[in-house]
């Protein structure tokens, strides 16, 4: 299993360009989260998705969208880029093994560094 | 709300001496607790997580952690470290009773281990 799998690794964007983080895990896990890492900081959550055609937003989901059309991928969108954007994105995955998932462990991409200037 | 303290933002130790990396959390329901680690330009992995039972909980790479609920904390802990140890370490918390689960991260301790 190659896990849970993010691309690009590395992006530089200009403010008010758009692009689509990819993310995909291969372990069948109905759940799926996206993390933004600032430096100095925790993780925070932007979206995360129960199953296939379900989503909803985390702690700061402002200026991105999401989808879920597959269990295997959930695509992150920058509509339009801004400065305040810049971070570490992680995507995330975990298998409910408790029924609503708590208390799982979540399996964490290697990240996409982003830039926006 | 729940959050989660982690006090030291790094901590520099030698080889083969003990660690102790602190987080405390707040919340006025009941959690469950983790610590993650981050090598350099990798993902988050668990090392351990208390979700029930006995409060000293026992990890990978030769961590464990103790759970203190009087105290609100949960302090992660190694007798011997190694060079390969050096990484950043998250605490999270999960509250128990909600429907999904999402976690609380604290802003990391970077572990500097050197020879």
């Known amino acids: 299993n190659a896990g849970v799998t993010q691309t690009p690794k590395f992006r530089i964007l200009k403010i008010g360009q758009s692009m689509t983080l990819q993310c995909t895990q291969d372990?069948?896990?109905?759940?799926m989260y996206w993390y933004r890492q600032d430096p100095g900081m925790g993780l925070k959550l932007i979206y995360y998705?129960?199953?296939?055609?379900?989503?909803d937003k985390g702690e700061v989901p402002n200026g991105y969208n999401v989808s879920r059309s597959t269990t295997e991928d959930f695509p992150l969108r920058l509509e339009l880029a801004a400065p305040s954007q810049t971070s570490v994105y992680f995507c995330a995955s975990s298998y409910p093994m408790g029924g609503s998932g708590v208390g799982d462990e979540q399996y964490f991409g290697p990240g996409t560094r982003l830039t926006v200037t | 709300a729940q959050s989660v303290t982690q006090l030291d933002s790094q901590v520099p130790v030698f080889e083969e001496a003990p660690v102790e990396l602190r987080c405390n959390y707040s919340?006025?329901?009941?959690?469950?607790l983790f610590w993650y680690v981050q090598y350099p330009n990798q993902g988050l992995q668990l090392l351990l997580k208390?979700?029930?039972?006995?409060?000293l909980v026992k990890g990978i790479n030769g961590f464990e952690a103790e759970f203190n609920k009087s105290q609100t904390s949960f302090h992660l802990r190694k007798p011997s470290v190694h060079i390969s140890d050096t990484a950043e370490y998250f605490c999270?918390?999960?509250?128990?009773?909600?429907?999904?689960?999402?976690?609380?991260f604290g802003t990391g301790t970077r572990l500097l281990v050197s020879p």
């Open positions: 208390y979700l029930s039972g006995s409060t």
């Open positions: 919340s006025s329901v009941s959690v469950y």
């Open positions: 372990m069948n896990h109905n759940y």
């Open positions: 998705s129960v199953g296939a055609g379900i989503t």
């Open positions: 999270a918390v999960s509250l128990m009773n909600t429907g999904f689960q999402k976690l609380v």
